[in-house]
């Protein structure tokens, strides 16, 4: 739900920056940058009216539910006229520019399922010609989903650069060879091939496609955009924030980038110098300040957060003061008793203060669909934030979203469901037993979602709990026993 904004502290510096150019908001969760950056974006519309009209300035956001915020967001922070702002994801507008230039994408982009189908016929087959390939042929095939995926981010185009660039984040027993590397590019060069004899894609294809058509049109490119927002920037690929660095105008070369490494929940990765961006010095702003978590929600995210083994680019978050109940864990032995106890907590919490929003989180999408239909059976209206981009987030409903959804929102009282050992860190997601950098995305993840609650947080579990429940501060938590 939105509320009533001002700007306090250390983000009324945003407004007084050069309008040219890039500049970075790096913040903690919940310390305001995305919404400093809207404000900055709309304070250019104004300030600037020849360079930045509405229809020129573009936010782009982490996804669709994301997207349908922001839009309402900047509509609400005036009395000016924002309609012409394009609010969007990367994907949506990908999509659509490349329709423009000719390419038929509709039913021809493989989703997750299809991807892997391909690739487990293309490593079967490399097995039977090869057996020297057997051991890094033998993994899971999550394992390829990712490498192939992280490939096109990065946009390596040849073995050599393959076996220069450095690939960190593996589990310990991960180990990827020189040799390796050879037998993992002949996967990724039998897939990519196969893609393009069948006209088939994968969303991974789509920013390598604009920065094709881009290099392709070279001068004659006009620049969409005279200003860009580049929303949750840690989670894109080097492709992709490729692909935006060049469809701004080089006149004002005026991006707003925002980031924070503690949330990245996506397996990507990359500096940005890499694509030609300076953000250095003056150019980055860093938030520290949380103003969304009262001071025990923000601790006990903290605690979870202080077991990854990454932090080096972390934001050192200043804590606030604001009082308010610690976060509740209930454990239940079965899945009935547990989300009969976590429908008893939304109904009181939405019967004392029906201004108050409450939004209901799993992990997967079937998930969600189960609690939506627990809401529905118990007459509560509710709107599914991961299935739709048109959410005005200002009905008298109960919000329900997966994890990845939430990113970037905020309720009053947030209730994370099924925290199980099954669930979190999400099983499909391991290439090996001791996945390291799955193990600290999930973990990134949960933390993600907990800094989500602005007043109330309750995690709730049956039968095995996720590792990460034990990684939380005991100080900062309540216990329920059901």
Known sequence: MLKPISLVGEQRKVLSLNHEGPIQIKGAAGSGKTTVAIYRACHLMNTHADLFEPSKVAVFSFNKSLSAYLKVLANSLGDYDY?????IHFHKWAY???????????????????AKYRLSVIINKIKDSEPSYERILSKRIEFYLDEVSWLKGKNILSLEEYQETKRSGRGTTDRVTSSDKIALWEVFQQYRHYMQSNGKYDFDDFALLCLDVIAKQAENFGPHFTHIVIDEAQDLSKAQVSVLSKIVSPTTNSITIIADA??????????????????????????KKNYRNTAVIAKAALSLLAHDNDTDDFTTVEVGDRDGEKTLIISASNEKDELSSVLERVKNKHLSNKNESICLIHRTRQGVVKLGQLLLKNGFKISNISMSDKNGFSDDCIYIATMQSVKGLEFDHVFLCSLESELLPIAAGFSEPDDDLHISTERRLLYTCMTRATQTLTLSYSNAPSRFLSEINSEFVDRVNI
């Open 96 to 114: 659509h520019f490349l329709e423009q230039q000719g390419f038929k994408l509709n039913g021809r982009v493989f989703d997750e399922d299809q």
């Open 83 to 87: 309609s012409d702002l394009t609010v």
């Open 262 to 287: 503690a949330q990245r929940i996506y397996k990507s990765g990359f500096v940005w110098k890499e694509v030609g961006l300076n953000v250095r010095g003056s150019r980055t702003i860093e938030f």
